[in-house]
């Protein structure tokens, strides 16, 4: 079975796509719209240039989708998997011709475009060509569905995470409590993941006189303004930032901590929040819907309102009293189990478009 993911080239989730499909034995292309690191399948780079941040991005990807669609009748796929619904799910709308392709919606495509009454428009075209639309929470599959795509073609479930990587280590389950607690959080230095919120909520522990360290991990356009304000409030001392770290340091790293925090405005399935969860960290995150669908406030977990710092300072200083934290932490465990793993989440969309093709081969055979 050929099979072609089309994506930008730095989609950072595009490699575990590549290694499902390569696993099952399958002969995978990955069809770049934008330029790509190497990786271990035969790769077709669209564009020269990375034009993620283009005002003419758009534009440029009705070019891709030319340049495409000759890649793809050189190649034959027998199925096309293109990722987010706005770049590789344009692409493949408009050069798959009548090879069948699956569309995983990853949040900010959909939630930021939604109120677009161009994209709606496109979207009910892309999504309704689509032999399947995975959307990674609730939330996205909620608008799909509201603008009529067809829920027997639709499936949510999150990319997962590699769960024999992301795991509670046997040393923070021998540790025993410490005064200090130490707090982290993973997301970008982007505007969407409201870093205001937590350097204002950083403050305002400082002022309560809690004993704390806070870890920034990842880079971003916006790090540099929080390392000068960091220093400008002399929170030196409390505060770290390890800029881009690993993949596959995250999981040591993660275990060093007690709490994660995450004050995005809006998301998909969080992935940070999932490698948390297996980590065995306990979670303070914005009161969104897509965290909602894996947080509870007060059962397992807490929530705050997105842009008050005074709430989550108050969340973080309600931590050392709250009760059944290591229960709390064992079930997180067990759900992202049951919800969060990678092989399992991607075999899923994949069975459901093999399906779906097999029935509409059967059926057209007895037409």
Not at 149 to 165: E, F, H
Not at 171 to 198: G, S
Not at 278 to 302: M, T
Request: include cysteine; hydrophobic fraction near 40%.
């Amino acid at each position: 079975m050929k099979i072609v993911l089309i994506a930008n080239g730095n989609f950072i989730h595009i490699q575990p796509y590549i290694d499902f499909y390569n696993a099952q034995g399958y002969e995978v292309s990955f069809i770049s719209l934008t330029p790509s690191p190497k990786r271990n399948v035969k790769i077709y780079e669209v564009l020269s240039k990375d034009i993620t941040e283009s005002r003419l991005s758009k534009i440029l990807y009705l070019w891709c989708a030319y340049k495409a669609r000759k890649l793809i009748s050189e190649i034959k796929p027998d199925l096309i998997h293109a990722q987010y619904a706005t770049s590789g799910g344009l692409v493949a709308y408009l050069s798959s011709g009548k090879i069948p392709y699956i569309i995983t919606a990853h949040g900010s495509d959909v939630l930021t475009n939604r109120k677009s009454k161009i994209w709606s428009f496109l979207f009910k075209k892309v999504f309704g060509k689509a032999v399947v639309v995975n959307s990674v929470s609730e939330q996205i599959a909620d608008y799909i569905s509201s603008i009529g795509t067809l829920t027997n073609k639709q499936i949510t479930a999150s990319i997962g995470i590699d769960l024999s990587k992301f795991n509670l280590s046997q040393e923070k389950k021998n540790k025993k409590a410490d005064k200090k607690l130490k707090l982290i959080c993973t997301r970008r230095f982007e505007p969407i993941y409201n870093h205001e919120v937590i350097f204002q909520a950083l403050i305002l522990l400082q002022q309560s006189g809690l004993d704390f360290e806070f870890t920034f991990v990842g880079h971003g356009p916006l790090m540099a303004k929080y390392k000068t304000l960091v220093d400008e409030h002399k929170l030196n001392e409390q505060v770290s930032f390890l800029g881009q770290v690993p993949n596959g340091a995250l999981p040591e790293l993660l275990n060093a901590h007690d709490i994660y925090i995450s004050s995005s405005l809006h998301d998909g399935t969080s992935l940070c929040l999932l490698e948390a969860f297996a980590c065995g960290l306990f979670p303070i995150v914005s009161d969104i819907e897509s965290n909602k669908a894996w947080v509870q406030q007060k059962k397992n977990g807490l929530l705050f309102e997105t842009q008050n710092a005074k709430a989550l300072a108050d969340a973080i200083l309600a931590y050392p009293r709250l009760e059944n934290v290591e229960n709390i932490i064992r079930e997180n465990i067990e759900m992202v189990g049951l919800y969060g793993d990678r092989n399992s989440n991607i075999n899923k969309v994949f069975t459901k478009a093999a399906n779906l093709i097999a029935e509409s081969k059967t059926a057209s055979m007895h037409d």
